[in-house]
T-cell receptor, first 112, second 114 residues
């Protein structure tokens, strides 16, 4: 089955700097890659996703890139703000009804 | 408001007791999921259901049971056979098929077994 590895497990950046979180996946059949943000004591919320027919997607300060050949995808947050501090999860799944497989998460701390 | 509700937010039980966690959604989603979250472990799939009266085991189903008698409800029972039940439990739902995969999560239930 699918296996998703996520790095780093913790990340600290200064406010205004960029943050990059990387994930690799094992199943070449996976074609949907979402990123979730989880604030303390809450459920995860989708922040951006990408499908395999696209190499990059951007939404304001957040972007995701996908390299299908290397089977890795990354989350980029620019101009970080204290409210970006949270745990971020990547995930992968195949099309249809296969459940998402999640990485173990990255705790991002933005230092003011 | 449309969304997923989980109750209660905090739950305490004595060791050896079964406990049922509630999950309700009014998004008209076909698929529903239960995840367990432990520190540093990410989200691990317990059970999922893609349609009423049908469900499949996830990666860590041992010691858990579910039912899906109604589209909007997917309760999870943590049985006494679950060796380490203290964790944060998350319920999610999604539209089945149609090329849509986005999962919407509930606020979670923190279960503590004393």
């Amino acid at each position: 089955g699918e296996n998703v590895e996520q790095h780093p497990s913790t990340l600290s950046v200064q406010e205004g700097d960029s943050a990059v979180i990387k994930c690799t996946y094992s199943d070449s059949a996976s074609n949907y890659f979402p990123w979730y943000k989880q604030e303390l004591g809450k459920g995860p919320q989708l922040i951006i996703d990408i499908r395999s027919n696209v190499g990059e997607k951007k939404d304001q300060r957040i972007a995701v890139t996908l390299n299908k050949t290397a089977k890795h995808f990354s989350l980029h947050i620019t101009e970080t703000q204290p409210e970006d501090s949270a745990v971020y999860f990547c995930a992968a799944s195949m099309s249809g009804n296969t459940p998402l497989v999640f990485g173990k998460g990255t705790r991002l701390s933005v230092i003011a | 408001d449309g969304g997923i509700t989980q109750s209660p937010k905090y739950l305490f039980r004595k060791e050896g007791q079964n406990v049922t966690l509630s999950c309700e959604q009014n998004l008209n989603h076909d698929a529903m999921y239960w995840y367990r979250q432990d520190p540093g472990q990410g989200l691990r799939l317990i059970y999922y259901s893609q349609i009423v009266n049908d469900f499949q085991k996830g990666d860590i189903a041992e010691g858990y049971s579910v039912s899906r008698e109604k589209k909007e409800s997917f309760p999870l029972t943590v049985t006494s056979a679950q060796k380490n039940p203290t964790a944060f439990y998350l319920c999610a739902s999604s539209i089945r098929g149609q090329g849509r995969h986005e999962q919407f999560f509930g606020p979670g239930t923190r279960l503590t077994v004393l």
